[in-house]
């Protein structure tokens, strides 16, 4: 199993650990995205067959966050499907003496969905703003190192 499969496992079982997500959906959405990493980090990645050349915990852990970001976005979505498709009129609780019916809520499952989305995606943000601004090498040097000689070059 390579760094992607090895990814993609460690999101199924700390994510989703019990949820109708798959472990190859979740790794063959990471091997697909990987060019979308490339362009949040400037960066070169590939690779096939799941191993991904140079992919280190820093990348891996920012891969992980865009498919957080990705899936919950994609279950709001749904969710609001739902509710646009919804045949019982939106009602939550039926009762008829000692027996009762209580549907779910997809409006606010809904909403919970996207808060999830916005926090990864926040994180996202972060992980990527402070990555970038760690991996950049410097644009111009700056102090004693720029010093220049009596004939015009540097010391």
């Known amino acids: 199993m390579g760094n992607i499969g090895?990814?993609?496992?460690?999101?199924?079982?700390?994510?989703?650990?019990?949820?109708?997500?798959?472990l190859d959906s979740i790794s063959g959405w990471l091997?697909?995205?990987?060019?979308?990493?490339?362009?949040?980090?400037?960066?070169?990645?590939?690779?096939?067959?799941?191993q991904v050349d140079g992919l280190n915990l820093e990348e891996q852990n920012i891969l992980k966050e865009m498919y957080l970001y990705h899936y919950y976005t994609k279950q709001?979505?749904?969710?609001i499907r739902?509710?646009?498709?919804?045949?019982?009129?939106?009602?939550?609780?039926v009762r008829d003496g000692d027996n009762a019916i209580t549907f779910v809520n997809k409006n606010e499952v809904s909403?919970?969905?996207?808060?999830l989305a916005q926090d990864a995606n926040n994180n996202l943000t972060y992980l990527v703003a402070k990555y970038n601004s760690y991996q950049a090498s410097p644009r111009q040097v700056g102090g004693i190192e720029t010093t220049i000689g009596p004939?015009?070059?540097s010391s």
């Open 6 to 22: 090895n990814l993609a496992n460690s999101i199924f079982i700390n994510e989703f650990d019990s949820t109708g997500v798959t």
């Open 31 to 50: 091997e697909n995205n990987i060019g979308q990493l490339n362009n949040a980090l400037y960066t070169s990645f590939s690779g096939s067959n799941g």
């Open 76 to 79: 709001t979505r749904n969710t």
């Open 82 to 93: 739902g509710i646009a498709n919804d045949t019982n009129g939106n009602i939550l609780s």
């Open 111 to 115: 909403k919970v969905y996207k808060g």
């Open 151 to 153: 004939t015009g070059t």
